[in-house]
C-alpha cells in the first residue's frame, strides 16, 4: 500500500531544491574587498503552509535613515563582523530577536548598492517556521512574512523612477502587499524590493509577470554586470571628487 507522504518531508523537499538552486549562486568572498563602506541584510525564508515565505521589517520612525521603509533585517558592518554573513546574523538578532543559531545559512548573493553607497550583501537563510520576531523598538516597528511568489507574480505592482548621486537612473520595483489576515498593507520597494524579486528569480526560475533588469537565460551574469556597472559609476565619481 502506498502512504501519503506526510507534510514535514514534503516540506524539506521544496527546501532541498531552493537549496540546490541558492548554492549555484552564491558569490562567497568575491565582492568582499571592494572599496566602499560595508552593510549586509539577511533574507530569511520559511515555510509557512508548504509555501516558501520572506521575513522583512518596517523601519522605526525615529530612525534618520529611510524611517518607517520597509527592509530586510540588517545594517552596517562593525568591526568586530569577520564577514558579511557575520554582519547579518548579528544585525538579525538585534533588530528582531533571532538567535544566529537558529539560521542556517545558504548563500551570499550578488550585492547592491544602498543611497549611501554602501555594498549591501544580501546573505540568504532558513529560519524555523516556529519562529516568533521580538522587534527592537529603537529600530524596528512592525515585522510581516510575504509569500515569496508574490515577488514573481504580484497583485499590485508598479516601477518607480530613480537617479543616483552619482547620475545613475534608472527603475525601481515597487510592490504593495495586502495581509488580509492583519488587514494591513505594506509597501516594498528600492534594494529590498529588488533582492526580494532576485531571490524568487533564483529560487523558481521562471519568468515575472513584470520586467525586470536581468537577461533571464544569463541571469547569475547578468546580475553580476549590472551590479559592476552601478558600482563603477560611483567609484568613477568618488575618484573624480577626490
Ligand atoms: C538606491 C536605493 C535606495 C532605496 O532603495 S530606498 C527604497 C526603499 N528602502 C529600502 O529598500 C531600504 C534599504 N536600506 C536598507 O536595507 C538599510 O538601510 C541598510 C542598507 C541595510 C543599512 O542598514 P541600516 O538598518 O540603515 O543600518 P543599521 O541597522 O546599522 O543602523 C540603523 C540606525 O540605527 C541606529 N542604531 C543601531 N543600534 C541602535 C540601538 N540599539 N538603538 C538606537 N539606534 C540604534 C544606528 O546608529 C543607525 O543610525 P544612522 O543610520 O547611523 O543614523
Ligand atoms: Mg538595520
Same mark, same amino acid.
Given at each position: 500500500?502506498r502512504?501519503?507522504?506526510?507534510?514535514p518531508i514534503?516540506? #524539506?523537499?521544496?527546501?532541498?531544491s531552493?537549496?540546490?538552486?541558492?548554492r549555484?549562486f552564491?558569490?562567497g568572498?568575491?565582492?568582499s574587498?571592494?572599496?566602499?563602506p560595508?552593510?549586509?541584510?539577511l533574507l530569511?525564508?520559511?515555510?509557512?503552509?508548504?509555501k516558501?515565505?520572506l521575513?522583512?521589517?518596517?523601519?522605526?520612525m525615529q530612525l534618520?535613515?529611510?524611517?518607517?521603509?520597509?527592509?530586510?533585517p540588517g !545594517?552596517?558592518?562593525?568591526?568586530?563582523?569577520k564577514d558579511?554573513i557575520?554582519?547579518?546574523?548579528?544585525e538579525?538578532?538585534?533588530?528582531v530577536?533571532? #538567535?544566529p543559531?537558529?539560521?542556517e545559512?545558504?548563500?551570499?548573493?550578488?550585492?547592491?548598492?544602498?543611497?549611501m553607497?554602501?555594498?549591501v550583501t544580501p546573505?540568504? !537563510?532558513?529560519?524555523?517556521?516556529t *519562529? #516568533?520576531?521580538?522587534?527592537?523598538?529603537?529600530?524596528?516597528?512592525d515585522?510581516?512574512?510575504v509569500?515569496?511568489?508574490?515577488?514573481?507574480k504580484?497583485s499590485?505592482?508598479?516601477?518607480l523612477?530613480y537617479k543616483t548621486? &552619482?547620475?545613475?537612473s !534608472?527603475w525601481m520595483?515597487c510592490f504593495i502587499?495586502?495581509?488580509?489576515e492583519?488587514?494591513?498593507?505594506?509597501k516594498?520597494w528600492?534594494?529590498?524590493?529588488?533582492?526580494?524579486v532576485?531571490?524568487?528569480?533564483?529560487? *523558481? !526560475?521562471k519568468?515575472?509577470?513584470f520586467?525586470?533588469e536581468?537577461?533571464?537565460?544569463?541571469?547569475?551574469? &547578468?546580475?553580476e554586470t549590472n *551590479?559592476?556597472?552601478l558600482?563603477?559609476?560611483?567609484y568613477?565619481?568618488?575618484?573624480?571628487?577626490?
Amino acid at each position: 500500500t502506498r502512504v501519503a507522504c506526510p507534510p514535514p518531508i514534503r516540506r #524539506q523537499r521544496r527546501g532541498i531544491s531552493a537549496r540546490r538552486r541558492l548554492r549555484e549562486f552564491d558569490v562567497g568572498d568575491r565582492f568582499s574587498r571592494l572599496p566602499l563602506p560595508k552593510a549586509s541584510v539577511l533574507l530569511p525564508l520559511t515555510v509557512r503552509a508548504g509555501k516558501l515565505h520572506l521575513l522583512l521589517t518596517v523601519r522605526a520612525m525615529q530612525l534618520r535613515r529611510s524611517p518607517g521603509e520597509v527592509c530586510f533585517p540588517g !545594517g552596517k558592518r562593525e568591526a568586530i563582523d569577520k564577514d558579511e554573513i557575520d554582519t547579518a546574523l548579528r544585525e538579525a538578532k538585534e533588530e528582531v530577536g533571532l #538567535q544566529p543559531e537558529k539560521v542556517e545559512v545558504v548563500c551570499r548573493l550578488v550585492p547592491g548598492i544602498d543611497k549611501m553607497n554602501h555594498v549591501v550583501t544580501p546573505v540568504v !537563510g532558513f529560519i524555523e517556521d516556529t *519562529f #516568533q520576531a521580538t522587534p527592537n523598538p529603537d529600530e524596528v516597528s512592525d515585522v510581516f512574512v510575504v509569500p515569496l511568489e508574490y515577488f514573481v507574480k504580484p497583485s499590485n505592482y508598479k516601477t518607480l523612477p530613480y537617479k543616483t548621486s &552619482s547620475g545613475y537612473s !534608472g527603475w525601481m520595483h515597487c510592490f504593495i502587499y495586502d495581509d488580509h489576515e492583519r488587514k494591513m498593507s505594506f509597501k516594498i520597494w528600492g534594494l529590498t524590493a529588488h533582492f526580494a524579486v532576485f531571490l524568487a528569480l533564483v529560487i *523558481f !526560475g521562471k519568468h515575472p509577470t513584470f520586467k525586470v533588469e536581468y537577461d533571464l537565460d544569463n541571469l547569475i551574469s &547578468s546580475a553580476e554586470t549590472n *551590479f559592476m556597472n552601478l558600482y563603477a559609476s560611483i567609484y568613477e565619481r568618488k575618484k573624480s571628487n577626490l
